[in-house]
């Protein structure tokens, strides 16, 4: 099975349950959301097989809290208690991912060269944080400690620039902001105001976001994906 075919797989999955989320069928959405990172964590180790390092081992790692966290959260319907663990488990997942890229080896460009590219992430991070503060209530302090982790993930993304090709560098990036994308359409439809298709946007973002982190980082490494 090639790549391209591995892919299919994991989006036909996500579409999957988006379109089960859409039509409120819940049960087998939560069996098919369950699915989805799985297959992106087969897809992994499907091609970094016999070239598998620290880097590759805390993506995956990544991944599996990101499961952890997937699985969670779609049980908070059940149990509002659910979604703590869930943010917990993403919060770790985020961590894992600026480790790995921090950790690359190579030029440090925001701290060296190009300090400046800190001000976007940081001034959106104090916008959301301002926009979700009326609604927050006692999830005031986690979500301000998530949201400087993920935006802390960007920064490791863009940090990224002058250690690796910049096929990688795109890939993780874009991944990266997708995702913060992602997570502020939850906080906004959780704690500001409920709209529409959240759902769908959410996910679609989300799937695409893990998807072109993990590329990016396949590519870091040049390893062949037609196989």
Not at 138 to 153: E, F, S
Not at 165 to 186: E, H, R, T
């Amino acid at each position: 099975m090639n790549f391209r075919v591995h892919s299919l797989l994991y989006f036909g999955t996500g579409i999957t349950f988006i379109v089960l989320e859409t039509f409120h069928i819940i049960y087998p959405g939560l069996i098919v959301k369950a699915l989805i990172i799985p297959i992106l964590i087969w897809l992994y180790l499907r091609f970094t097989k016999g070239e598998t390092n620290g880097f590759h081992r805390i993506i995956i790692t990544a991944l599996v809290f990101s499961w952890i966290g997937d699985v969670t959260l779609q049980l908070t319907q059940f149990n509002e208690m659910f979604f703590m663990v869930g943010l917990g488990s993403f919060l770790i997942a985020q961590l894992l991912y600026v480790i790995a890229f921090f950790t690359t080896k190579g030029q440090n460009v925001l701290f060296f060269r190009k300090v400046y590219l800190v001000v976007p992430p940081v001034l959106f991070g104090v916008l959301i944080l301002w926009l979700l503060s009326d609604g927050l209530g006692d999830m005031k302090l986690p979500v301000t400690v998530y949201t400087i982790v993920i935006l802390t993930m960007v920064l490791a993304a863009i940090n990224r620039k002058a250690k690796v090709n910049p096929q990688s560098f795109q890939l993780v990036l874009i991944g990266a902001v997708i995702f913060v994308i992602s997570d502020s359409l939850i906080a906004i439809n959780k704690f500001t105001q409920a709209f529409e298709l959240a759902r769908v946007a959410i996910m679609s973002a989300y799937i695409t976001a893990q998807y072109l982190i993990a590329l990016g980082c396949l590519k870091q490494y040049n390893l062949t994906l037609d196989k």
